[in-house]
C-alpha cells in the first residue's frame, strides 16, 4: 500500500497499518510529536487503521489542528468528567470547539454559580496530571444507545436514536476510569498532550437552541499549547474588556439600548456627530469616484420581495407588516427592507440604458432592518436596525476586473485615513450550488484575481465560498489588539438582474443583461463605528471626536477670553465645548481627559496678557503653548479628515 506525504514523497506500508505505525516508521521524533492524522483529507484518529493507496499528513500537537484537538479532547473528556466527578447527577449534551476555545452544555440538578468554576477547574487539573491515555471504541446504535441508558444520559441517547447513522458511533474511553463520551473525534492518544487551559464564563442555552426546549448551563474555556500562549491570550481579553464599544459608550454618552426597541440603537447628540462624520466622509469619498447617490424606500410590497428571491430565501429574518389598504379586496403585506439591491435595481430599470451608460455606480446609505435572534445581539456589532455605505455597480462582464480595481483603490484609501493601514483579502470561488454558466464563472473569477494580483496585494483563495449568484472578495481588518473584524465586500451578481428584468442595449444593437457588483467599505456604520471605538479605545481622531477641544479656565477672569475663542473655533467649524465652573482646574483637566478630549485649552492670567493659548493634548501630561493664531491655524489643518 503507497502512502503520498506531504513532502511528496511516497511511502510503501502494510495494508492495516496506523497512523501511529506510520509516523514511528518516518522517525521516533514524529512519533512522539503526533496526535492525530489526515487521510485523503478527513482527520482520524491516531489509532484509525489505514486501507488504502492515501494522501496522508501526521498532525502533531504544535499545529493549528492539533490545538484545536486538544481542545476538542479538553471539552470532551476533561471538563465532562471533571462536572461529572463534582456533580454526579449532572447529564451531558454537547462539547463542540469554537474559536479560541471550547464549552461543554450540561444539565446540572442544582444551578452552579462562577465560583464554581475554580473548583470545576481544579478538578480538571487533577484528572490531566493522570496522563491517562484515550481509546477510541465503534459501537452500533443499538450498543451505543445502551452504553448511555445505562448511565442515565438521556442527551447523549437522543443524540444517537436521532442519528441516520446505524453504526461505527465513536466512544471515547480512559485508562483509569468508567467516563465515556459520545464524540465524532479525533482526540488525544492520551492526556498528557493537555497545554495549559481555564475555564472562561457561564451561559444558558437551549437543547438544540430551541427556545422550546429545556435551558442547559453552558461552561466556556480557553486552551494553548503553553503558559505563556494562555497568558497572552487572557491579558488581550482584558485589554478587549477595556475597549468594549458598550461600555464606552456609555461612559461618552455616544448611544443606548433598550427593551422598547430591541437591536435598535438610539443615538445621543455625540455619538449621532460621530455618526454624521463618517457619512460625510464617505459621502465625498464617493463623490469624486463617479458614484450617484440615491435613496429607496424602507417598506416594499411583497411582490418585489418575491421576484427577487428573497421572500422563499429570506422572510424569516424580515420584518413583515399587513396592511388594510382603502378599497382593497385583501391586506396588502410590505416587509421592511433587509437589504438595498432589489430597490437599486427599480433605479436602474427606470429609462432605456445604453452600453455608453455603463458603468453605472449607485450609492446609498440605506437603512435596513433584519430580524436577528436576542442571543445573537451585541451592542453596535450585531443589531436590528442598520444603515449600510451600501453600493450597487451595474456594468459589462469586461468592466469587472477594472470596477474591482477601482473599488480596492477606493476601499485602500478610505480604510487607510480611518487609521487600517493593512488589510487582508479573500476571494471566494463558485459553489456547488450556483447560477450562471461556468463560462461566466471563469470570467468573473478570473477578472476579480486579476485584479488583485495588478495591484500586486496578497490574498487568499477560499474555494467554493462564494455567493450562489456569483465569486465575491471580503476585506479584512486588523485593530489595535490583533482581533480581525471582515467589513468591506465586492460581489459579482449574474443572477439578481435576470430576475428583475434589468437590461440595457449593446454596441450590436440587442438587449443583455448587465452584471450587478454589490459593494460596502464600512458594512453597517453601527458595527463599524463599533469597531472604532475599539480600535482607538475611544480616543477617536480629532476629525471623528464629537467634540474636538474643551476651553477650561482657570479663574473667572479669563471668561470672555475663553469665549472670544470658543467663538472663533465655532465659526471655522471646529467643535468646541466652554468649562467655565468654578472647580479647580486640575479636576477640569482629569474629567475631560475621562472624556477622551482630543485637545484641553487651558487659559489663566498669563495666557490672557500674551494672547496664547496652554494646550493639553490626551493622553499627554505636558502642556503645549502656542500663539492664538498658531493654534487656530493648526486646529484647522489637524480637525479635518485627510
Known amino acids: 500500500m503507497n502512502i503520498s506525504l506531504p513532502d511528496g514523497s511516497i511511502r510503501e506500508i502494510k495494508t492495516g497499518l ?23 483529507g478527513i482527520q482520524k484518529d491516531l489509532s484509525d487503521p489505514i486501507l488504502e493507496d492515501s494522501e496522508v499528513s501526521i498532525i502533531t500537537i504544535d499545529s493549528d489542528e492539533g490545538l484545536e484537538i486538544m481542545r476538542h479532547t479538553l471539552t470532551a473528556q476533561v471538563l465532562a468528567r471533571a462536572v461529572k466527578n463534582l456533580y454526579p447527577e449532572t447529564k451531558l449534551a454537547i462539547g463542540p470547539t469554537i474559536a479560541d476555545g ?44 445502551k452504553v448511555f441508558k445505562s448511565k442515565g444520559e438521556e442527551y447523549k441517547e437522543l443524540i444517537i436514536n436521532e442519528s441516520d447513522q446505524d453504526d461505527d458511533f465513536q466512544l471515547y474511553y480512559q485508562s483509569d476510569c468508567d467516563f465515556v463520551d459520545l464524540c465524532r473525534g479525533p482526540h488525544l492518544p492520551s492526556l498528557k498532550h493537555i497545554g495549559s487551559f481555564k475555564l472562561t464564563k457561564l451561559a444558558g442555552a437551549y437543547w438544540k437552541g430551541d427556545s422550546k426546549n429545556k435551558m442547559l448551563t453552558r461552561i466556556y474555556g ?59 466622509f464617505i459621502r465625498k469619498k464617493l463623490d469624486i469616484c463617479g458614484y450617484k447617490e440615491i435613496n429607496t424606500p424602507q417598506v416594499v410590497d411583497r411582490k418585489l420581495w418575491e421576484a427577487s428571491g428573497h421572500w422563499d430565501k429570506y422572510r424569516e429574518n424580515m420584518f413583515i407588516t399587513e396592511i ?7 391586506k396588502r403585506t410590505n416587509a421592511l427592507k433587509p437589504m438595498n439591491c432589489p430597490c437599486h435595481v427599480q433605479v436602474y430599470n427606470q429609462g432605456l440604458k445604453s452600453y455608453r451608460d455603463l458603468p453605472l455606480r449607485y450609492a446609498e446609505f440605506g437603512s435596513c432592518h433584519r430580524y436577528e435572534a436576542s442571543g445573537t445581539m451585541h451592542g453596535l456589532m450585531r443589531v436590528r436596525g442598520f444603515t449600510q455605505d451600501d453600493g450597487h455597480i451595474f456594468c459589462t462582464e469586461d468592466q469587472i476586473e477594472s470596477e474591482t480595481k477601482l473599488f480596492i483603490e477606493l476601499l485602500s484609501e478610505i480604510y487607510s485615513d480611518l487609521g487600517f493601514d493593512s488589510f487582508d483579502i479573500k476571494l471566494s470561488t463558485r459553489p456547488e450550488v450556483r447560477v450562471g454558466s461556468d463560462e461566466v464563472w471563469d470570467k468573473a473569477e478570473q477578472a476579480l484575481e486579476n485584479a488583485i494580483k495588478k495591484l500586486g496585494l496578497p490574498y487568499k483563495l477560499e474555494e467554493g465560498d462564494g455567493a450562489f449568484y456569483g465569486p465575491k472578495l471580503d476585506f479584512v481588518l486588523t ?17 439578481l438582474p435576470g430576475r428583475l428584468d434589468a437590461e440595457y442595449v449593446g454596441e450590436d444593437g440587442s438587449k443583455h443583461q448587465p452584471v450587478m457588483i454589490h459593494r460596502a467599505v464600512l458594512g453597517s456604520f453601527e458595527r463599524f463605528i463599533g469597531i472604532l471605538i475599539e480600535n482607538y479605545a475611544g480616543k477617536l481622531p480629532l476629525w471623528l471626536a464629537p467634540n474636538q477641544i474643551t476651553i477650561c479656565s482657570i479663574t ?34 482629569r474629567e475631560h481627559s475621562n472624556a477622551k478630549v482630543p485637545n484641553i485649552v487651558v487659559l489663566g492670567k498669563n495666557e490672557v496678557a500674551s494672547n496664547i493659548v496652554t494646550v493639553r493634548k ?13 493654534y487656530i491655524e493648526l486646529m484647522v489643518k489637524e480637525a479635518s479628515p485627510k
Not at 18 to 34: E, Q, R, S, V, Y
Not at 557 to 584: F, G, P, T, W
Not at 618 to 630: A, I, P, T, V, W
Open 479 to 495: 485593530d489595535a489588539i490583533g482581533r480581525e473584524w471582515q467589513c468591506g465586500t465586492f460581489q459579482a451578481d449574474f443572477n
Open 618 to 630: 490626551l493622553g499627554s501630561s505636558d502642556n503645549f503653548s502656542y500663539s492664538l493664531s498658531e
Open 324 to 330: 388594510d389598504e382603502e378599497h382593497a379586496n385583501e
Open 18 to 40: 496506523t497512523g501511529l505505525d506510520l509516523a514511528k516508521d518516518i522517525g521516533p521524533g514524529l512519533a512522539k510529536a503526533a496526535i492525530a492524522v489526515t487521510v485523503n
Open 222 to 280: 480557553t486552551a494553548w499549547k503553553n503558559d505563556k500562549d494562555l497568558q497572552k491570550y487572557i491579558t488581550s481579553i482584558e485589554e478587549a474588556e477595556k475597549r468594549d464599544h458598550r461600555k464606552i459608550g456609555k461612559e461618552l454618552n455616544l448611544f443606548h439600548f433598550q427593551e422598547e426597541a430591541p437591536g435598535m440603537v438610539f443615538w445621543h447628540p455625540d455619538g449621532w456627530i460621530i455618526y454624521r462624520l463618517l457619512q460625510e
Open 556 to 589: 473667572s477672569d479669563v471668561n470672555d477670553y475663553a469665549k472670544k475663542i470658543h467663538k472663533q473655533l465655532q465659526e471655522l467649524n471646529i467643535r468646541s465645548k466652554l468649562d467655565l465652573r468654578n472647580e479647580k482646574i486640575s479636576y477640569k483637566i
Open 102 to 145: 471550547f464549552y461543554y452544555d450540561f444539565e446540572f440538578k442544582k444551578p452552579i454559580s462562577y465560583e464554581d468554576l475554580e473548583i470545576i477547574e481544579n478538578e480538571m487539573k487533577k484528572i490531566v496530571s493522570a496522563n491517562s491515555s484515550i481509546t477510541k471504541v465503534l459501537h452500533t446504535k443499538k450498543e451505543a444507545s
